[in-house]
C-alpha cells in the first residue's frame, strides 16, 4: 500500500481521462493521494475532485511559480479555507528561485504568509524549493513551530540534515529514478527513514521508463522499487514505512 505525498490530478491534463487515472493508481496499490493546490482560482475545483472519494485528500495553497495569479487578499481567502475545509496540509507554497523573472520578495511575502498560517492552523506544509533550499529553511527557522515535506528534494546531504532536525520530510519522485542522478541516489540510499515520502508530482516529472510521457500516479510503484533497490531492502516494506510517514505527517485516516 502507497501514498502518493504528491500529485497534481486536478489539473488539465487529467481531464479527459482522470477516473481511469485513479483507478489505474488504485491497481498498483497507491491507496492515497496528497493533492496540492497551486492558485486560489483551483481550490473550488480541487475540493471537487477531491469529494469524489478514492483516498484523495486535498492540501490549499499559493505555488511560488504562479505568482502572477496571487493577490494578497488571497492570503486571507486561504486562511478562511483552511478553517472551513479542513485540509491535511498548506500547500504548494514555498520559493523558486530557478525562474529569474519571478520576484523574490513577492515570493517571500507569500510564502511567509502560509507558513505563519500552517503554524496558526497546526498543519504541514508542503514545499516547492528550487534553487532555494537555503531560503526555505531561515523562513522555516523564522517562523517556528512547523512541520511539513520538501517536495521533489534536489538540495545537498548538509541542507538535507538541517530540514531533518527542524522536523521535516523530503518527497522523492521520478528524478531518483535515472541513474544520473547520483547525489540523490546516494542521498536517499542514507537517508533517516523516518523522513522519507514518496511522491510522482503527476502529471510532471516521469520516472525514467516513462519519460516523455504524461506522469501519473501510478507511477509511484516504480519509484518505490528504485527506491528500496538503492536502500537494499524490500519494496514492500519501503512501502510499508513511508505508508505510515505520510499517515503521520499528514494525520491520514486509516487507508484501505
Not at 482560482?41 to 469524489?52: D, N, T, Y
Not at 530540514?163 to 536517499?188: D, S
Amino acid at each position: 500500500m502507497l501514498v502518493d505525498s504528491h500529485c497534481h490530478l486536478d489539473a488539465p491534463e487529467f481531464a479527459l481521462d482522470r477516473e481511469a487515472v485513479i483507478q489505474r493508481a488504485v491497481a498498483a496499490g497507491v491507496a492515497g493521494q496528497i493533492v496540492p493546490a497551486i492558485s486560489a482560482e483551483g481550490w473550488p475545483a480541487l475540493k471537487e475532485v477531491c469529494a469524489s472519494g478514492y483516498g484523495l485528500f486535498p492540501a490549499y495553497g499559493l505555488h511560488p511559480m504562479f505568482l502572477s495569479k496571487h493577490m494578497p487578499e488571497h492570503l486571507n481567502q486561504l486562511g478562511d479555507w483552511l478553517g472551513r475545509e479542513a485540509p491535511v496540509a498548506v500547500g504548494e507554497c514555498g520559493l523558486d528561485y530557478f525562474v529569474e523573472e519571478l520576484d523574490q520578495a513577492q515570493q517571500r511575502f507569500y510564502f511567509d504568509g502560509q507558513l505563519a498560517l500552517a503554524r496558526d492552523f497546526d498543519l504541514p506544509v508542503i514545499v516547492h524549493a528550487r534553487r532555494a533550499v537555503d531560503a526555505v529553511i531561515a523562513a522555516i527557522k523564522r517562523v517556528g513551530g512547523l512541520r511539513g515535506v520538501i517536495h521533489s528534494f534536489s538540495g545537498s546531504p548538509e541542507q538535507a540534515s538541517q530540514l531533518w532536525q527542524l522536523g521535516f520530510m523530503l518527497g522523492i519522485g521520478g528524478p531518483v529514478t535515472y541513474e544520473r542522478a547520483n547525489r540523490l541516489r546516494t542521498l536517499v540510499a542514507e537517508m533517516p527513514l523516518d523522513y522519507l515520502l514518496l511522491e510522482t508530482d503527476a502529471p510532471d516529472q516521469p520516472d525514467s521508463q516513462h519519460r516523455g510521457q504524461r506522469n501519473e500516479p501510478s507511477r509511484l510503484s516504480f519509484v518505490c522499487e528504485t527506491v528500496a533497490a538503492l536502500r537494499g531492502v524490500p519494496a514492500e516494506d519501503l512501502a510499508n514505512a513511508t505508508t505510515a510517514n505520510a499517515q503521520r505527517l499528514f494525520n491520514l485516516p486509516p487507508l484501505v
